[in-house]
T-cell receptor, first 111, second 117 residues
């Protein structure tokens, strides 16, 4: 069963622009994680944000979490061609011990 | 630090045949996961081990899929017999402690791409 749903499903922007991806979920969570997957590769962890946090930064990445709205966003600033990948949010359910991944956003950065 | 190792990288079989995938997690990681990722979708958890015990296998089709993690290190995932709908990438991941595994980041292998003809 899907817990997190990403939006949009696909996003294409020019190099240098900012990219924003959103994730909505249904039930209360302990934390939310974002992962990147390059074509033909495994997933790579980007950021973990806990339910009591509102914003987190890592380099060009900024993640926000709105627990009343049950949503999160991932912002990539000053995008590069190497950022072309699929991005997934993963959430747990309070009391559960497993992460559930969304369907992902396919991001394409055009040079 | 060495990453999560998986083999084979690719596998093509006919329906009703058997197939096995192998995973070696990062050294010292207690929790190991097998995910199935169908093209265009997110990974779906099949089974989660903590050391050599099963934490969650609620989405594992137990009539055809089996997994084991002997000695709490390497793991194998088997499909017998395979169906067309099993065509997917099978990803193995590991995390450090697993005590509160959803609070930790997962490290993924590159996956095994299975094609069932």
């Amino acid at each position: 069963s899907q817990q997190g749903e990403e939006d949009p499903q696909a996003l294409s922007i020019q190099e240098g622009e900012n990219a924003t991806m959103n994730c909505s979920y249904k039930t209360s969570i302990n934390n939310l994680q974002w992962y990147r997957q390059n074509s033909g590769r495994g997933l790579v962890h980007l950021i973990l944000i806990r339910s009591n946090e509102r914003e987190k930064h890592s380099g060009r990445l900024r993640v926000t979490l709105d627990t009343p709205k049950k949503s999160s966003s991932l912002l990539i600033t000053a995008s590069r061609a190497a950022d072309t990948a699929s991005y997934f949010c993963a959430t747990d359910k309070e009391g559960a011990q497993k992460l559930v991944f969304g369907q992902g956003t396919r991001l394409t950065i055009n040079p | 630090e060495a990453g999560v190792a998986q083999s084979p990288r690719y596998k093509i079989i006919e329906k009703r045949q058997s197939v096995a995938f192998w995973c070696n997690p990062i050294s010292g990681h207690a929790t190991l996961y097998w995910y199935q990722q169908i093209l265009g979708q997110g990974p779906k958890l099949l089974i989660q081990f903590q050391n050599n015990g099963v934490v969650d296998d609620s989405q594992l089709p137990k009539d055809r899929f089996s997994a084991e993690r002997l000695k709490g290190v390497d793991s194998t995932l088997k499909i017998q017999p395979a169906k067309l709908e099993d065509s997917a990438v099978y990803l193995c991941a590991s995390s450090f402690s697993g005590v509160k595994s959803t609070n930790e980041k997962l490290f993924f292998g590159s996956g095994t791409q299975l094609s069932v003809l």
